[in-house]
C-alpha cells in the first residue's frame, strides 16, 4: 500500500512510520506542516525510496486532494496536540484539529480512500480517581479543554463523514504516550530533560491526577492493526492498563536518574485539569487480537530516559523557549 501519513514529523506519526517501514512493504508519504512540534530530524535514517515527505498543511485542500489521489490509505495524526498551549491559544486547535480533519475527509470522500482517524481518551472527559471505571466505545463525549473539545469535534467530522457520505473510515482513541521522540512539552520528556539540565521535575496541583501510560509503539503496532483489520465506521479504544499518578511517574524518573524520589517541586494547576483517563481496550483486544508488548512501565520508561540522554541534540534546541512558557505561567 502507499500509506498518506498527516503528521508523520511529530512524536506519534514519526514512530508510526518508523514500524511501518521495518514491519510493512509499504510506502510513506508524510504530509507535515512541520510547526515547532515537527522534526524532520524524526525520520532521519528511513530509506528514501519507501519515504516522501512533503511539507505543507493540512488545511491545504489541493495540496490534501493531490496527495489522497494518489495514496490507497490515509493515517491522520496531524494535529494541534498540548492542552496547555490550547489554554493559552485556542485558535490553532480549532483551525487544525477540526478544519483540518475537514479537508481530509473531503478528499477521502471525493477519492474513495480509506482513513483512520487518530484521537485521545480525552475525548471523554475525566473520571474520578476513586472510580473503578473506565471509558468505553460507548461512554459519552464530555471533553474539558480547548484541545480535547476540538478532539471531539474531529471524531464527530469522522462520524458523520461515515455515516452521511459512505466514508470508509475507523477511529482509535488511545490514551497518553511515551517513548522516544516526544516534544520536550510533554509531560515525561519535560521532566526527564529538567534533569539532565540539574533543574527540578515540576508537578502540577498535587500530582495526584492519573493518566494510562503507553508505550508509542505498543500505540502504532494497534493502529496498524486497524489498518489491516478493523472494521468500517468502528471505533477503537487503545490502552495498556498503565494507570499510574504524575507523582508515581516523577518517583520513577527520579529513582532511575539516581536522585531522591522527593527530589521534585509542586507548582501552578492547569486550569481544568483532567483528574484521571483509564481505558478499557477490551473490544482491540477481543476483536483484533492487539496485545501491548510494553508491560514494565519501568523498563519502557528507562530506556526513554536514555533515548533522551543520547538524543540531546535533537531535543536541545526547544528546551529553553518551553522553560521560559512554563515560568511565564508559574508552572
Ligand atoms: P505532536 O504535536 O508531537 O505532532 C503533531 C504533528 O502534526 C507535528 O509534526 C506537526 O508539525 C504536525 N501538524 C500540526 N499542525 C499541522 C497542520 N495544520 N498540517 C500538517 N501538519 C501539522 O503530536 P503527537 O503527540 O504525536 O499526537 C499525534 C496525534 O495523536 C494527535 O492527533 C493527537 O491528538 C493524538 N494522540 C496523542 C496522544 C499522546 O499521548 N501524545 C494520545 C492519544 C492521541
Ligand atoms: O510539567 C508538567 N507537570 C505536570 O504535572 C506537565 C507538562 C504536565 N503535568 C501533568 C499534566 C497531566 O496530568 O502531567 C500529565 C500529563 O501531561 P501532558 O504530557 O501535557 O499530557 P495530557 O494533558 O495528559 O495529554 C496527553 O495525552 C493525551 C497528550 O498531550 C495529548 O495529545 C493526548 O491526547
Given at each position: 500500500?502507499r500509506?498518506?501519513?498527516?503528521?508523520g514529523a511529530?512524536?506519534?506519526g514519526?514512530?508510526?512510520?518508523?514500524?511501518?517501514?521495518?514491519r510493512?512493504?509499504?510506502t510513506?508519504?508524510?504530509?507535515?506542516?512541520?510547526t515547532?512540534a515537527g522534526n524532520?530530524?524524526s525520520?532521519?535514517?528511513?530509506?528514501?525510496?519507501r519515504?516522501?515527505?512533503?511539507?505543507?498543511?493540512?488545511c491545504?485542500?489541493?495540496?490534501?486532494n493531490a496527495l489522497?489521489?494518489?495514496?490507497?490509505a490515509?493515517?491522520?495524526?496531524?494535529?494541534?496536540?498540548?492542552n496547555?498551549?490550547?489554554?493559552?491559544?485556542p485558535?490553532?486547535?480549532?483551525?487544525?484539529?477540526?478544519?483540518g480533519?475537514?479537508?481530509i475527509?473531503?478528499?477521502?470522500r471525493?477519492?474513495?480512500?480509506r482513513?483512520?482517524?487518530i484521537?485521545?481518551d480525552?475525548?471523554?472527559?475525566?473520571?474520578?480517581?476513586?472510580?473503578?471505571l473506565?471509558?468505553?466505545p460507548?461512554?459519552p463525549?464530555?471533553p474539558?479543554?480547548p484541545?480535547?473539545?476540538?478532539?471531539?469535534?474531529?471524531?464527530?467530522?469522522?462520524?458523520?463523514w461515515v455515516r452521511?457520505?459512505g466514508v470508509k473510515?475507523?477511529?482509535?482513541n488511545?490514551s497518553n504516550?511515551?517513548?522516544?521522540?516526544q516534544h520536550?512539552?510533554?509531560?515525561?520528556p519535560?521532566?526527564?530533560?529538567?534533569?539532565?539540565d540539574?533543574a527540578?521535575p515540576?508537578?502540577?496541583?498535587t500530582g495526584?491526577?492519573t493518566?494510562?501510560?503507553?508505550h508509542?509503539?505498543d500505540?502504532?503496532a494497534a493502529?496498524?492493526?486497524i489498518?489491516d483489520h478493523?472494521?468500517?465506521?468502528q471505533?477503537?479504544?487503545?490502552?495498556?492498563?498503565?494507570e499510574?499518578?504524575?507523582?508515581?511517574?516523577?518517583?520513577l524518573?527520579?529513582?532511575?536518574?539516581g536522585?531522591?524520589?522527593?527530589?521534585?517541586?509542586l507548582?501552578?494547576?492547569?486550569?481544568?485539569?483532567?483528574?484521571?483517563?483509564?481505558?478499557?481496550?477490551?473490544?482491540l483486544r477481543?476483536?483484533l487480537?492487539?496485545r501491548?508488548v510494553?508491560?514494565d512501565f519501568r523498563?519502557?520508561l528507562?530506556?526513554?530516559?536514555?533515548?533522551?540522554r543520547t538524543?540531546?541534540?535533537?531535543?536541545?534546541?526547544?528546551?529553553?523557549?518551553v522553560e521560559?512558557?512554563y515560568?511565564a505561567?508559574?508552572q
Amino acid at each position: 500500500m502507499r500509506l498518506l501519513v498527516t503528521g508523520g514529523a511529530g512524536f506519534i506519526g514519526s514512530n508510526f512510520v518508523h514500524q511501518v517501514i521495518q514491519r510493512t512493504d509499504h510506502t510513506v508519504v508524510v504530509l507535515d506542516k512541520l510547526t515547532y512540534a515537527g522534526n524532520r530530524g524524526s525520520l532521519d535514517g528511513l530509506p528514501e525510496d519507501r519515504l516522501t515527505l512533503t511539507e505543507g498543511d493540512i488545511c491545504d485542500g489541493g495540496l490534501v486532494n493531490a496527495l489522497v489521489a494518489g495514496c490507497d490509505a490515509v493515517v491522520h495524526f496531524a494535529a494541534e496536540s498540548h492542552n496547555d498551549n490550547s489554554i493559552t491559544n485556542p485558535e490553532p486547535f480549532i483551525t487544525t484539529n477540526l478544519m483540518g480533519t475537514f479537508r481530509i475527509l473531503e478528499a477521502v470522500r471525493r477519492y474513495g480512500k480509506r482513513l483512520h482517524h487518530i484521537s485521545t481518551d480525552e475525548v471523554y472527559g475525566d473520571l474520578e480517581l476513586d472510580s473503578p471505571l473506565r471509558f468505553t466505545p460507548t461512554t459519552p463525549y464530555n471533553p474539558s479543554s480547548p484541545y480535547s473539545s476540538s478532539k471531539a469535534g474531529s471524531d464527530m467530522l469522522v462520524r458523520a463523514w461515515v455515516r452521511t457520505y459512505g466514508v470508509k473510515a475507523t477511529i482509535s482513541n488511545c490514551s497518553n504516550n511515551y517513548g522516544p521522540r516526544q516534544h520536550v512539552e510533554k509531560f515525561i520528556p519535560r521532566q526527564i530533560t529538567n534533569i539532565l539540565d540539574g533543574a527540578r521535575p515540576r508537578l502540577y496541583g498535587t500530582g495526584a491526577n492519573t493518566r494510562d501510560w503507553i508505550h508509542v509503539d505498543d500505540h502504532n503496532a494497534a493502529v496498524l492493526a486497524i489498518l489491516d483489520h478493523g472494521k468500517n465506521g468502528q471505533t477503537y479504544l487503545i490502552g495498556a492498563d498503565g494507570e499510574l499518578s504524575n507523582r508515581q511517574v516523577v518517583e520513577l524518573i527520579l529513582e532511575e536518574m539516581g536522585h531522591p524520589p522527593t527530589a521534585y517541586d509542586l507548582v501552578a494547576d492547569r486550569p481544568g485539569h483532567d483528574l484521571r483517563y483509564a481505558i478499557d481496550a477490551s473490544k482491540l483486544r477481543e476483536d483484533l487480537g492487539w496485545r501491548p508488548v510494553y508491560r514494565d512501565f519501568r523498563a519502557g520508561l528507562r530506556a526513554t530516559i536514555d533515548w533522551y540522554r543520547t538524543n540531546e541534540a535533537w531535543w536541545r534546541p526547544a528546551k529553553a523557549a518551553v522553560e521560559e512558557k512554563y515560568r511565564a505561567a508559574g508552572q
